[in-house]
């Protein structure tokens, strides 16, 4: 799809987060005004700059368009939307775009857990040979559409990409990675409600989509237990990894994976080994995700706010040989906890559990009285587990749910978090 293609159509953006923000900027640089339906009323001021379209029926008029821009969190299987393409409506999104007139290669990574700092670490291997010719955008913070106008041919662009973003890609990256896929962002309610799939195979066909539009000169870093599942996917040649031991200041077993991922990506592009080994070495993470806080009367504390699900969660729990207490739970997406309710009652060096958010009673359910307490508040559950805690010992965010029952984002659950610990008292 071009600019030029667009500009004679009557185009609307579906949901006015930051992606379709992202989108409506560009389009307006290259002369096309797009409508824009959401449910919020004039959110960022839209109405003022152009059609606007609000209130409980915006999705009615979906179908007044030639193409619509979907954003992430409208699910992508939403009935309406269906229907929209079924009279010959095209649905499009900030990525889709991107992929079609983005000039570079692409290495673009996804996966449950693990693809934020994979991104990082690849962007920085990759930056140690190519400098500024090397770009990073996509699910983590900056949409993909706003480096465009910097890229050339000889650009590399490092994309996280995230299940929804990938979902109707009919294209795949020239470079793709896979840290894992485990079960995540399901809602079998049939509510359609943002940033949800129905299914387990609708979640891992748009997982999969990453590698599924390869051609033969397409290359795909895989994590090596995910062979099975995706060996007769896409024609592009696949490696498979394997961790390994390296020096790093990064935790956990998980963290080995992502790094022997980045690394084989480094080789792909003939960056040599010294660089990566130093690329790897001063690598120190990325915020949210088993994030070193603050230690206070030899208490250390962790912000694991991204730990969004219980694979997420056990990672990180497996990650400490310290005594550790740990603040669990959000906003309920539908996840199965047993697995992780059985790790915490037999481990010895998990001491307690502060329960908090939507999925508290559920989760004292699983975990009991011994090793939980209901707290109501991140504030009071940190001022619960630093009196508990004993020298030498960890108290781990890590909730192993969604944030938004209490907060926007596990970001802002995250920064909450640390301004609670910054501000305890010696």
Do not use: W
């Not at 293609?5 to 923000?21: C, M, N, Q």
């Not at 002369?31 to 009615?60: C, E």
Request: with cysteine; glycine share 8%; proline share 4%.
């Amino acid at each position: 799809m071009s600019t030029n293609y667009l500009k004679d159509k009557k185009v609307a953006i579906l949901g006015l987060g930051r992606e379709g923000l992202s989108t409506l900027k560009f389009l307006k640089k290259n002369k096309i005004k797009p409508d824009v339906l959401d449910i919020k009323n004039d959110p960022k001021g839209v109405r003022k700059s152009g059609p606007y379209g609000a209130g409980k029926n915006y999705l009615d008029r979906i179908a007044d368009y030639d193409l619509v821009f979907r954003t992430p969190g409208f699910p992508r299987l939403h009935p309406k939307l269906l229907a929209a393409e079924k009279k010959g409506i095209r649905v499009s999104s900030n990525t889709k775009l991107f992929f079609d007139l983005c000039p570079a290669k692409i290495i673009g990574i996804t996966g449950t857990k693990g693809k934020t700092t994979t991104t990082f670490l690849i962007y920085e291997i990759l930056k140690s040979k190519f400098g500024k010719k090397v770009f990073i955008a996509g699910n983590f913070g900056k949409p993909a559409l706003d480096i465009l106008p910097k890229l050339t041919k000889k650009s590399l662009v490092v994309l996280e990409l995230s299940s929804f973003q990938l979902q109707d890609l009919s294209k795949s990256p020239d470079v793709a990675v896979i840290t894992n896929i485990s079960i995540d962002h399901m809602d079998s309610s049939g509510k359609f409600g943002p940033a949800t799939h129905q299914t387990e195979k609708e979640y891992f066909n748009a997982k999969i989509n990453i590698v599924k539009h390869q051609k033969m000169a397409g290359l795909a870093v895989i994590n090596k237990i995910l062979k099975n599942k995706t060996k007769k996917i896409g024609r592009g040649k696949k490696i498979y990894c394997s961790p390994s031991p390296v020096e790093t200041k990064l935790l956990g077993k998980h963290n080995l994976e992502n790094i022997a991922l980045a690394v084989e990506v480094g080789k792909i592009f003939n960056v040599p080994k010294q660089k990566i080994i130093k690329a790897v070495k001063d690598f120190k993470g990325v915020k949210h995700r088993l994030e070193f806080v603050k230690k206070i009367n030899d208490i250390s504390f962790y912000n694991d706010s991204a730990a969004t699900n219980p694979d997420a969660t056990l990672a990180a729990l497996k990650s400490f040989k310290e005594s550790l207490h740990i603040i669990l739970g959000g906003s309920d997406k539908g996840l199965d906890y047993r697995k992780l309710a059985r790790f915490i009652l037999k481990s010895k060096n998990i001491k307690s559990a502060a329960l908090i958010g939507q999925i508290k009673n559920t989760l004292y359910k699983l975990i009991g009285p011994k090793k939980s307490k209901k707290i109501k508040t991140l504030k009071d559950a940190v001022l619960y587990l630093f009196k508990k805690s004993g020298k030498n010992e960890v108290v781990l965010l890590s909730p192993a749910a969604a944030s938004f029952d209490m907060f926007e984002s596990y970001a802002h659950r995250g920064k909450e978090f640390k301004k609670i610990v910054n501000r305890l008292r010696r």
